[in-house]
């Protein structure tokens, strides 16, 4: 069954800190693709960064970075030097399949991230 | 950078109505996708298009529900006739390949009544 999990209802830090948000997934696919997206207070859906489930490097961009544990079937989102701005709501979502396969993606249920000044 | 755009953004409708959800793609990507969030919750996945087709769609894409994209125009979601439980923020998505993440609209909220 496929299926993402976010078990992270609302995370609240200080500006300038990092945060970790947790996202676990199953899939009986060898192939699949996990991305992160963020939802702001306007409701528009921001993509953030991705990683492939070949790939062993964590992916990074900008202040965003992956901590991928694949044994751990485990995608946590790194994010460094928080701004206010960062403030949303964050979503894990999966992608089975190889890159031709035009499938859908399975979201979990976001994690709210709030930063304080 | 490229945006997918949606129209309106907002649409209320009575119950058993007909209503169409616009969407504007960016112009050269290849898939669609439409997906389904209620009152800020989990996204749920509608429906995917390549090519002039249906590739994949959910339980929730009902028999009321149809898509299409004439001419490479608008990629339309329609609902006919609209239930009550149809009331939800309507995602487009589109994307260049179907290994890259799809971008999205900022959505249609739909209000049945």
């Known amino acids: 069954a496929q299926k993402v999990t976010q078990t992270q209802t609302s995370i609240s830090v200080m500006e300038k800190t990092t945060v970790t948000m947790d996202c676990v997934y199953e899939?009986?696919?060898?192939?699949?693709?996990l991305f992160w997206y963020k939802q702001t207070a306007s409701g528009e859906i921001v993509f953030l960064i991705r990683?492939?489930?070949?790939k062993k490097e964590n992916a990074t961009v900008g202040h965003y970075s992956l901590n991928f544990q694949k044994p751990k079937s485990s995608i946590g989102l790194i994010i460094t030097a928080t701004q206010i701005e960062d403030s949303a709501v964050y979503f894990c979502?999966?992608?089975?399949?190889?890159?031709?396969?035009?499938?859908?993606?399975?979201w979990g249920l976001g994690t709210s991230l709030v930063v304080n000044p | 950078g490229p945006k997918v755009l949606q129209i309106p953004s907002h649409q209320i409708i009575d119950m058993g109505q007909m209503v169409t959800l616009n969407c504007d793609p960016v112009s050269n990507h290849l898939y669609f996708y439409w997906y389904k969030q209620i009152l800020g919750q989990q996204m749920e996945f509608l429906v995917n298009?390549?090519?002039?087709?249906?590739?994949?769609k959910s339980k929730l894409f009902k028999d009321q529900f149809s898509v299409e994209r004439p001419d490479g125009s608008y990629f339309t979601l329609k609902i006919q006739p609209t239930a009550l439980e149809d009331s939800a923020v309507y995602f487009c998505a589109s994307s260049l390949g179907a290994g890259q993440a799809p971008l999205f609209g900022e959505g249609t909220r739909l209000s049945v009544l």
């Open positions: 298009f390549y090519n002039g087709k249906v590739m994949e």
């Open positions: 899939t009986q696919d060898s192939s699949y693709f």
């Open positions: 979502a999966m992608r089975e399949g190889e890159v031709g396969d035009n499938s859908k993606l399975i």
């Open positions: 990683q492939d489930s070949y």
